[in-house]
């Protein structure tokens, strides 16, 4: 988005201006997309200058998260914050406007950030609560990883279900045979594999697809 001027004031006028990353801000011929302080000169009619002073101020958004045990966390501060569902369509999750987040449910989430009228959402990110006991799961494991087709799930109980899930928490149609995952109908990326065993032992494990 660009804001423009198109008429400035009289000669040696000044004005303050804020704006969000993005966007710029223009006095004649001149943009100007940084934070700093402008002196413009503008021809005028009568073939004098004006000087037009424009202390311009430029929000950017820290949108990362951080991951934490159960809490997800803005790096941004003194912001306004909404928390999104990234698996329902960045649907609000009613309530959730502080800066941290514990989500009741397994999924992917991300959050809207507003600071001085501007808004960025932060990337989705996966929280599942198998994933605390992971590094405990020894008795479960893939390979290769990364995979390019077939991935090779090897456990010491057989396997009850399997469910590969993206980074957005959709579940992605896939082939099992024993227990070999054929993956060649995934795009290349980073995805979550749950593997559930006879005994309800539960596993989940991180592969690359490429």
């Known amino acids: 988005m660009t804001q423009t001027l198109t008429q400035p004031a009289a000669i040696g006028s000044n004005q303050t201006v804020s704006i969000c990353a993005g966007e ?4 004649g011929p001149f943009t100007h997309t940084t934070s700093g302080t402008y002196n413009d000169p503008l021809a005028s009619s009568t073939g004098c200058d004006s000087i037009v002073t424009t202390v311009l101020t430029v929000t950017n958004i820290n949108n990362s998260v951080n991951l934490s045990g159960h809490q997800l966390s803005a790096i941004a501060t003194g912001a ?3 928390w999104l569902n990234c698996g329902n369509g960045y649907a609000i999750v009613p309530g959730e406007t502080g800066q941290t987040f514990s989500p009741s449910t397994d999924g ?3 959050v809207s950030i507003t600071i001085n009228n ?3 959402t ?3 990110i996966v929280y599942s609560t198998l994933g605390f006991e992971e590094a405990l799961k020894t008795t479960i494991s893939c390979s290769p990883n990364p995979v390019t087709d ?7 109980e057989s396997i009850r279900s399997v469910e590969i899930i993206d980074l957005f928490g959709k579940k992605q149609i896939v082939s099992l045979k024993g227990n070999e995952l054929y993956t060649n109908e995934l795009t290349n990326g980073v995805y979550f594999v749950h593997v559930t065993t006879s005994s309800g032992n539960d596993s989940m ?4 697809k490429q």
């Open 24 to 27: 710029s801000f223009t006095v």
């Open 150 to 156: 077939v991935l090779q799930i090897r456990t010491n």
């Open 205 to 208: 494990l991180r592969i690359v």
């Open 80 to 82: 306004q914050y909404q």
């Open 118 to 120: 501007c808004t960025d």
């Open 108 to 110: 992917a989430y991300a």
């Open 122 to 124: 932060s990337s989705c």
